[in-house]
């Protein structure tokens, strides 16, 4: 195993000379080999064991076991216990979600503050057959099936050219001791059914299986490369980015024979699982929206406009003369000035003092809200006005009033009121500018 291990690492991992590497040690053969490995080749090198308490003494015995270990080997050891059981029930999870999140917690943050490079775990390549089996029962996308990477930022797996069969063989002949998991026995859970009962056969029925399996990962893995090659290129020519949004053009979207994939590749980096809903916004009136944890994703007539989401507030602010607010990403200053300028900035309106209530209040828009807008006849309900100008549904919710006692004296950057327009007989006029920063 060692050449074959050099190798590797030389081809795939030769960053990791002069790292300092924190390995993942359960106490199974898989990790025990790993250290026994690393420690020959000389790598400076830390252990980490988690006790999840799960076995009780079984569980004690194995961190036991790692710590004779790592004492006769002369490699420093970190150990941690976690409540396992308490915090599934905590946050509602299965216990092997549970302990995979508390362990890789743990690991990262011993990364951090210990001042170790990368963490090695031990999988090797019959974990990467079971988690391919896993997804694939599940229901998954291309990168379901290609298997555990070869790495994650700083998680290195080393060991997954290596078989079972050859970790179990090289630690016979090398007469290294291991800990057996008594769970990895019974079939509980869904992985050992799959490794007791299903592996097995697909090994009868092909001795060479697992080569045949690697050599498939490698052809996914190269068909999700040519995938994300071919998003990357259509998300240059269909996807244009403005300020915090990304706006998808349906028009272009739909020139492609297969758009649905190319959305799932654009959108899942974003938290999104309701893929139905998804492609079916394509077709959706305006207006439509499909959330994740943290996005939206909203039809807004010829585009898919993607943007976090953002908490929304009834914030109102008062403003009066000569003073300045700052709501947002903007202010709004009003002071008084003594004559109108020539202006055709969208930004600054000019208003009669006597014709208003101060202080003035800056609020959000509400449904039935109209006003009388400038170089018009009558009045005209909001909702109207922002169709007829063809607001999209962004542009109303980031819409502001400037009212006085609830009429409203300017939709902001946009039209003002003519009630409040400044005349011949005006005494005392007040400039309000909007400034964006």
Not at 131 to 149: A, K, V
Not at 157 to 168: N, Q, V, Y
Request: net charge neutral; aromatic share 10%.
């Amino acid at each position: 195993m060692l050449p074959k291990l050099q190798k590797i690492i030389t081809t795939d991992f030769p960053f990791l000379q002069e790292k300092k590497l924190l390995l993942a040690v359960s106490g199974g053969v898989d990790s025990i080999v790993m250290i026994r490995l690393f420690h020959k080749l000389n790598y400076q090198l830390a252990v980490a064991h988690c006790n999840f308490g799960l076995r009780g003494a079984e569980s004690d015995g194995d961190e036991a076991f790692v710590m004779e270990t790592c004492q006769a080997l002369d490699i420093p050891l970190f150990t941690t216990r976690f409540d396992t059981t308490g915090y599934a029930e905590q946050h509602k999870l299965s216990i092997q979600l549970a302990a995979r999140q508390l362990r890789y917690d743990w690991f990262h943050t011993l990364l951090e503050n210990e001042g170790y490079d990368y963490l090695l775990t031990a999988h090797h390549a019959d974990d990467a057959i079971e988690t391919f089996l896993i997804n694939l029962t599940r229901g998954t996308g291309l990168e379901g099936l290609t298997g555990i990477p070869k790495q994650n930022d700083k998680i290195i797996r080393p060991l997954l050219a290596f078989s079972r069969k050859e970790i179990e063989e090289y630690a016979r002949e090398h007469q290294i001791s291991w800990r057996e998991d008594s769970s990895n026995a019974s079939d509980k859970y869904q992985r050992n059914r799959l490794r007791h009962q299903l592996v097995p056969v697909l090994k009868e029925l092909n001795p060479n299986f697992l080569n045949s399996f690697q050599e498939t990962l490698q052809h996914l893995q190269q068909a999700e490369t040519l995938m994300k090659d071919a998003a990357a290129q259509m998300y240059k020519l269909i996807v244009t980015e403005k300020e915090e949004q990304k706006l998808i053009s349906i028009e272009k979207l739909k020139l492609l024979s297969d758009y649905n994939a190319y959305l799932y590749q654009w959108l899942k980096p974003f938290g999104f699982t309701a893929w139905n809903d998804i492609y079916d916004l394509v077709e959706a009136q305006s207006g439509k929206q499909v959330f994740s944890a943290g996005y939206r994703l909203l039809k807004d007539r010829e585009f898919l406009i993607l943007e976090k989401q953002k908490k929304t507030e009834n914030r109102t602010y008062e403003i009066a003369e000569n003073q300045e607010i700052k709501p947002d990403d903007f202010s709004i200053v009003m002071a008084s000035v003594t004559n109108v300028t020539d202006n055709e900035d969208s930004r600054v309106i000019f208003v009669d003092k006597d014709k208003l209530k101060l202080p003035l209040v800056l609020r959000k828009w509400e449904e039935g809200d109209y006003f009388y807008p400038s170089g018009m006849n009558g009045r005209k309900k909001l909702s109207k006005y922002f169709k007829d100008e063809k607001f999209s549904l962004i542009d109303k919710e980031k819409c502001w009033l400037l009212c006085s006692d609830n009429q409203i004296v300017w939709v902001v950057g946009k039209r003002s009121d003519r009630r409040f327009k400044v005349e011949p007989i005006t005494k005392t006029i007040i400039k309000i500018e909007l400034r964006l920063w």
